[in-house]
């Protein structure tokens, strides 16, 4: 049996016409299908452990549980889970609570079919997705912050990738909570710490935590 092609999307929204028009907007793509939709965020909740979706669509301002908290709770129990949020909201509290619930994007109900399939798509190969809005808000508050200082001489073989994500291991972080950090794929973490391990010649996480404190990273 061949990999599977199409990607499967649970949307989540209690706009019947949106869902009209998302289902519209799939029906011509070709390689996306629907595999569950849900009006409420405990059906979301629900449905995302027993659809098999590769992408969740969730509104923000959706009934019974709110986008924010179905999302918590979805990537809580699958933190591989690809959650974007599609809303029409673009404030800061509502982008950043998003992302601290483990969102993998933020896209607006604005953009046209063609960004949305795009997002869906990026979304399913792991990617972080955002609308250029939002995108532009992002860059603008991580330029104000001061990146986390480490000695230029430590660990010399490691990205500049690896090096963040080791500091991240140095102040104990988990996977999941590194990979809602940085906006990438619990997956994607796991590999760099596999090449962080081997170039550090470490025999595990605790040792590479060890060494990374010892030289300073933390």
Same mark, same amino acid.
């Given at each position: ?59 923000? %301002? ?70 250029? %809005? ?85």
């Amino acid at each position: 049996m061949g990999e599977r092609t199409t990607i499967r999307i649970l949307i989540c929204d209690d706009h019947p016409m949106f869902l009209e028009g998302i289902r519209g907007v799939v029906a011509a793509a070709g390689d996306i299908e629907v595999v569950g939709e849900a009006t409420t965020g405990d059906v979301a909740v629900e449905l995302a452990s027993t659809a098999a979706a590769d992408v969740v669509l969730m509104d923000l %301002q959706i009934p019974v549980l709110n986008g924010i908290e179905a999302t918590r709770r979805i990537f809580a129990a699958d933190p591989d889970a690809a959650v974007v949020m599609l809303t029409m909201f673009d404030d800061d509290a509502s982008v950043f609570a998003a992302m601290r619930a483990g969102a993998r994007g933020y896209v607006l109900k604005g953009v046209g079919p063609e960004e949305l399939l795009a997002a869906i798509r990026a979304a399913a190969r792991g990617e972080a997705i955002f609308s250029p %809005q939002i995108a532009r808000r992002l860059m603008n508050y991580f330029s104000t912050l001061h990146p986390a200082s480490a000695p230029a001489h430590a660990f010399p073989d490691l990205t500049a990738r690896e090096r963040e994500i080791l500091i991240h291991i140095a102040r104990g972080r988990r996977n999941a909570e590194i990979a809602r950090d940085l906006f990438i794929s619990p997956k994607t973490v796991t590999n760099h710490i596999t090449n962080i391990l081997a170039k550090l010649q470490a025999a595990d996480r605790k040792e590479a935590m060890i060494r990374a404190r010892d030289a300073g990273l933390a």
